[in-house]
């Protein structure tokens, strides 16, 4: 495909690696225990046909091997929400990142590259952000729970899950409900949820 004249190759010939549980082995992005990132949802009050940047996505590399980032896609997303490109930096060094905007790509989108062929380094010696495109395509509440960050070393595929969700709320929800904030609760108010992964990038 191509995405911001770059063209994301989605690797199929490498061999997805499966964990002890089943799943798809998180492999060496998967942190130590006590770093271990715990299930969380940020609210958004959304523009429809207007991109975002969702930016609570880091990772480090805790394997001797590079890694090489290839894609991400939305677990357990409703209609209604779709991913528009995604970006990555190496916030090693740096003293800001960022985790939300407005817009997508940022407006200050200095030290950041397509996502797809990303090298992150071994050892943790490298911190590194991935900036999510999402937007909001229809007039109605719509989120997905998790995001799973599609990677290689060498020749073995990985699949991390980052437990960062979103909601995304219309301007309409706000005037029908008289609510304020965008909670999670919202999303059971009519939306239907897709089965599995959506939009991969």
């Known amino acids: 495909m191509i995405l911001g004249g770059y063209r994301i190759w989605l690797l199929p010939l490498l061999s997805l690696m499966v964990g002890c549980g089943g799943g798809p082995d998180p492999g060496p992005f998967e942190p130590p225990a006590a770093s271990a990132h715990s299930q969380n949802y940020s609210g958004f009050h959304a523009t429809i046909g207007h991109p975002f940047t969702f930016g609570i996505i880091f990772v480090e590399n805790y394997g001797p091997d590079a890694a090489v980032l290839d894609s991400v896609q939305l677990?357990?997303?409703t209609t209604g929400?779709?991913?528009t490109g995604v970006l990555a930096a190496d916030i090693t060094d740096e003293h800001h990142n960022w985790l939300t905007s407005d817009n997508f790509p940022p407006k200050r989108p200095e030290g950041t590259r397509p996502l797809a062929g990303f090298p992150v380094a071994p050892a943790a010696a490298q911190s590194v952000q991935i900036l999510v495109g999402i937007e909001l395509t229809d007039d109605?509440?719509?989120?997905?729970?998790?995001?799973?960050?599609?990677y290689h070393v060498g020749d073995h595929a990985y699949r991390y899950v980052m437990p960062s969700g979103a909601v995304l709320c219309p301007p309409s929800y706000y005037e029908s409900t008289g609510r304020k904030t965008c909670e999670r609760a919202a999303l059971h108010s009519g939306t239907q949820p897709l089965e599995g992964d959506s939009n991969v990038r």
């Open 81 to 83: 929400v779709e991913v």
């Open 75 to 77: 677990v357990n997303a």
């Open 140 to 150: 109605q509440v719509a989120g997905f729970d998790q995001i799973a960050v599609d």
